[in-house]
Each structure stands twice: as C-alpha cells, then as structure tokens.
C-alpha cells in the first residue's frame, strides 16, 4: 500500500485487499465493496475490452453528499443563517450518464449546474429540472445565449447570469427590454487576492474573465440608470482550479466578502456569493501544499468559507448570502477509474556479469573487478569506475584494439555492474544525484494500451500527475521500475511522472509480465476534465465506458458507452466509410488482373478491411 500511497489518494474508494487485488468502496465507509481486478475480468467475459473507463455513479453520489455535509456542518458549528446551494460546473465532465446522475443525486442538496457556453446552458436547461436549484450562466455570451437563459425563467428555471465582460450588461438591459423579463444577474470579480499554481492567472487584473472594480461599479450605475439594479443578486469569483493551499482560499474570501458586503449596501438586491471552483484534489495523497495535492480537507474548506462571510456580514450589518460553490474536480474526479493493459516490456540489458578470463582485455579484466567490489560503502565510487572503463572500452574498440565479442563482453559486466548497484540503491532514502541518472537509465519502458492524448491529456499537456498502479499482484513485490509508454507514435505519448515517495525523479514500481497473463494497471482520479480534453491523435478513440452501481449482491451494469470504431475515427475526418471499401476494392481488381494477388486473398484482404472499420481502435490482447 505504501507504494502506490493508495492510502493517502485513495480514502475511502480505493484500496487493497488480502487477494493483492485493488478493491473499490464507491460508498466510501458506508459499506459494500469490488474487487477491481475481478469487475475486469467480468467485463472481458461480456466482450467489454481495455482500455475502459469505470464510472462509479455511487462514487458521484458519495461526493455529492460529502460535499453538502461539510457545508451543513459548518453552517451548524458557526450558526451561519443562510444556507449552501452548490452547482456543479458540466466543463468539468459534461457526459449525459454523469450529468444525469449528478441532477439526480443532488436533488435533495437542491444542486444545481454551472453552464460556461451554449452547449452547455442547452445541456443544463434540458437536464436540470429540480425545483429552486440554481443554474449560473458564466463564461462569454451573446445575445442568444442571454435571451435563451432570460426566457428560461419563464419555465421557472433559476437562471443567474453572471456578468463576466462590460459588454454583458447591455445585452441583458437589451433582451431585458425586448422580452419584458426581469433577469437575475451576478458580476464576476477580478480579486487582487492571488492564486497560485497552474491556474494562478484565473484571477487578477490580467485575468481573462471578471469584471475589476471600477468596472463592477461602472455595471452598478448602469443596472441603476434603466432602474434594474435589485437584478443584480449574485457576486462571483473564481482564482483557479486546484487550489492547493488554504491560505490563498482564505484570502479570496476575504476580499470577496467585503466586496459583497460593498455591493449589497450601493442598493443592489444581493443574495448569493458564488465562490467558483478550485476547491483541490489529493492527487498524490501527500496532504500537502504540492501542486498535485493540497494541504486542507473539505471541511477545513467549508469552514474557512461560511465563517469568513459570516463575520464580514455581521460586521456589516447585511444579511448573509446563500452560499454557492461550483466545484467540478472534487466532485467528478474520483468516480471515473481508466483501465488499461501492458501489451509489452523494454528494458536494458541484464543478462548477468560474465567472469573475466586471464585472456580477457584489461579493461575487461577491470570491469569484472569493479563488478565484484561493489557493495554498500563504495557504489557510487565503483559506478564511475564502470563508466569510465566502459567509455575506455568503446575507444579501445573504435581504434581496432577490442573485437565485437570483447566489446559485447564488456558492456554486458557494465550493465551487470548497474543493476547491482540499482539493487543497492532501491531501498536508500537519499540517492546522490549521479546515481538518479542509473535509476532512469536502467528504467523499463511498459507499453501500454492507452492514448495519453485521449485519456489523460492533462498529463501530457501540463504534467498533471494521476496516481497509477497495478490492480492486481499487489501481494508481490515489485521488482522493476518503469515509465508509461502509450500507442501513438509521438515521443510525448507517454508518462513519466508518477507519485514520488522518495522525492526522487519518479519511476513506477512494476511487476515482470507472466507469459500468457494479463497485467493491467488504473488511472485514477481522472473523472474530471480529461474525458473531453481528449483528442484524437493518431485516431485513438473515444475509449469503452461502463457505468456501475453497487447492489447488495455485487454490481449492475447501469450502461455500456461503446468506444470509437475506426469507422467512426475516420468519419470525424470526413472519410466515408463505402468510398474506402471501394478504392480497397478496386485496388484488389487492379492486382488480380496483373496476378500480385489470388481470389481468396483478395476477399480475406478486403472483408478484414471492411470488418475493421468496425473494431474498436485500440490493440485487441489475446489473453
Ligand atoms: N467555475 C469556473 C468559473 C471555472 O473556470 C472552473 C474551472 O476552472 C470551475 C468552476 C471548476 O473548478 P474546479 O474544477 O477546480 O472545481
């Protein structure tokens, strides 16, 4: 367990069993678990190939709820007179399955849905049906997109705007006027307070959306002058997602409470402090201030919130707001789990040291000297000793003094020498930096079965690091460290980050393939964002997903969501599927008429084409 500090990422959905199996809990410690391993297994039985992405609705439920009563908690423990209603922002995942589950399971939290573009407000409208429950309506609008959410309100949605350019102010008096509806409107501030991290420019005065102060002002007198200022009801604030340390949610609350209290009292009707997202994820279950992890609870963030906008309205003498937050990656994240399967190993060559014989070149006869004095106390001075004879080695054979065979001899007690000495370092806490190197060096490369482009592009496109390990086998000690490498035929196609216990350039601890037998490893934690970010690159699809829940007898599958074929890949690149079969087919008649081709292979050629237009594009494993 330590390995992986699945313990640390994992609690309470992940962990491992007696069988070395990684088990899920998609209730938390409320009970019920699977065995991973075996959910698999069954899934290959029903013709469900890897990679798959697992979606646990309950996980979804258990986030939701969690999410909820450590708002109500707070609001309890500081006696705050108001209430919270989250929102959930579909950017973050915006599949139909989970966006369904998500209304539904948020139903008696009044949870509502945050819409940053037309799709998704058109997503949203049709999807969110629960009564009182918010629907904000943020990033860069038009005319459409505010009439359309204006008009909703005539189905009783509570659709708030939120004004995040000048510009928004005069299309809503505009539809205002043409449609003869009130509107209910929110403004988007650019607080001082910094963020931090990857997303550090969400706020401030470069930020790309939010409106700064002068300019809330500048909407306030307009609001006021075509006498629609109690609209504006709602004050937002977003300064990025994954927010790592508490001390930088503190101080946007703090400021965001006083510009609230600020608004309320220049006569706008305000009921609502919309704190955004960026509420963090433990990614690598370090609990600290680390970019992949963060260094408060969800609790410790609910009560940093509701205490901070308590004391600033009492101060105030306004009356406290209707909280809202619109966390995506905590609540999303951990429900989604990929699955993918080794298809293959490289690694450095290990075969062994071969003794030197008296008829041995010197350097050789060297080699095996410095092969056979390393031990605990002298490694790091014996690994320059192989490298330098190993460089003399090449020379030597470069000049015409070492023959082939005499050259293999050489390089083989060299790599004998480093993977005596890799055995040596293994366990050390503190690895002198010369001998990181070895370590990656004498990394394998594990091929995986997996486009890092479509399923976790995040970690390509920003190194955002995702706990990975294998699912089974975990009663065996690893004894290889490796890196990811993925389908497409890119160099960046891979993974090469991975949770870092010694706080060394990481590597992931591996087991060696068993002929014959499968070995499959879990992403987790990626149910947010990457689903969508994902592109096509080399026309690796859209992977296989299934929807679980829990019953008390094991699992039911809610629903199958096949991958992309390669016929589909190749429509949304404007190939037609009969012209391709055609050219195939006329390329065939061409070759049969010269003779370079036979009937049957001609047929086996062109049904294998036509089958595989419908095959999943991903490697099928026989196993
Ligand atoms: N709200 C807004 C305006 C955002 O831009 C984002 C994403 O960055 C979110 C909410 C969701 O943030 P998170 O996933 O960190 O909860």
Redesign the pocket.
């Known amino acids: 367990e330590a390995l992986y500090r699945i313990n640390g990422w994992g609690d309470p959905y992940f962990s491992i069993n007696a069988a070395g199996h990684v088990v899920v809990s998609p209730k938390g410690d409320r009970g019920g678990s699977l065995d991973l391993y075996e959910l698999v297994e069954g899934l290959k039985q029903r013709n469900i190939h890897l990679p798959l992405a697992i979606r646990f609705s309950d996980i979804l439920a258990d986030r939701l709820e969690r999410l909820n009563a450590c708002f109500s908690q707070a609001i309890t423990r500081y006696n705050y007179p108001s209430l919270y209603q989250g929102v959930f922002?579909v950017?973050?995942n915006q599949h139909r399955q989970l966006v369904e589950d998500l209304v539904h399971f948020g139903q008696p939290f009044q949870f509502g849905l945050?819409a940053?573009s037309k799709p998704e407000l058109l997503i949203a409208l049709a999807l969110l049906k629960t009564p009182n429950s918010l629907l904000i309506c943020?990033g860069y609008k038009d005319k459409e997109y505010i009439e359309t959410a204006i008009l909703a309100r005539r189905l009783g949605k509570q659709t708030i705007i939120v004004l995040e350019q000048l510009e928004e102010v005069d299309l809503a008096i505009e539809a205002h006027q043409e449609l003869g509806i009130t509107p209910v409107v929110g403004v988007?501030a650019k607080l001082s307070a910094k963020g931090e991290g990857r997303?550090a420019t969400?706020t401030g005065d470069g930020a790309k959306?939010g409106l700064t102060i002068p300019e809330i002002v500048h909407v306030i007198e307009r609001l006021k002058s075509v006498n629609l200022l109690s609209s504006l009801q709602l004050l937002?604030f977003?300064v990025?997602?994954?927010?790592s340390s508490i001390s930088v949610i503190k101080d946007a609350i703090r400021e965001a409470s006083q510009i609230y209290v600020q608004l309320a009292k220049s006569g706008a009707d305000m009921r609502y402090l919309d704190v955004?997202?960026?509420?963090?994820v433990d990614y690598d279950g370090s609990k600290t201030n680390f970019y992949a992890s963060k260094n408060y609870n969800m609790q410790n963030y609910a009560n940093d919130i509701v205490a901070e906008v308590k004391e600033a309205c009492e101060q105030a003498k306004v009356k406290a707001p209707i909280l809202v937050s619109?966390?995506?990656?905590?609540?999303a994240s951990h429900q989604s789990v990929l699955i993918f399967d080794v298809l293959g190993t490289s690694q450095v060559m290990t075969q062994g040291a071969v003794a030197a014989q008296s008829s041995d070149h010197l350097i050789i006869r060297n080699l095996w000297e410095t092969y056979q004095l390393i031990q605990g106390d002298n490694y790091q001075e014996c690994y320059h000793d192989a490298i330098q004879f190993k460089e003399e080695a090449i020379s030597l054979f470069n000049f015409g003094y070492l023959s082939l065979s005499q050259r293999a001899k050489a390089e083989q007690i060299y790599w004998a020498c480093c993977q005596k000495i890799l055995e040596i370092i293994r366990d050390e806490e503190y690895v002198p930096d010369d001998l990181e190197a070895l370590r990656m060096n004498m990394a394998s490369i594990y091929y995986v079965n997996l486009s890092v482009f479509q399923s976790a592009p995040d970690s390509w496109a920003i190194d955002q690091l995702f706990p990975i390990m294998p699912l089974h086998r975990l009663d065996e000690q690893p004894t290889r460290q490796g890196t990811l490498a993925d389908l497409t035929c890119d160099s960046d196609g891979k993974i090469t980050q991975f949770i870092d216990l010694r706080d060394v350039k990481s590597l992931l601890e591996l087991h060696p393939l068993k002929p014959g037998e499968p070995y499959y490893l879990g992403l987790f934690l990626g149910g947010?964002?990457q689903e969508i970010m994902g592109n096509f690159h080399n026309l690796f699809g859209d992977t296989n997903a299934v929807h679980i829940a829990l019953t008390p007898k094991g699992y039911h599958i809610k629903q199958v969501v096949k991958g992309d074929t390669m016929g589909d890949v190749l429509s949304y690149v404007e190939y037609d599927r009969e012209d391709l079969v055609e050219s195939i087919r006329q390329q065939t008649e061409s070759a049969l008429e010269d003779g370079t081709i036979s009937i049957s292979e001609s047929q086996r050629l062109l049904n294998s084409y036509k089958e595989s237009l419908d095959r999943y594009t991903y490697l099928s494993v026989e196993s």
Do not use: D, M, T, V
């Open positions: 922002p950017k973050c945050e940053g943020n988007r997303w969400s959306f937002h977003h990025g997602s994954q927010i955004g997202g960026g509420l963090g619109e966390s995506g990656r905590a609540i947010a964002y």
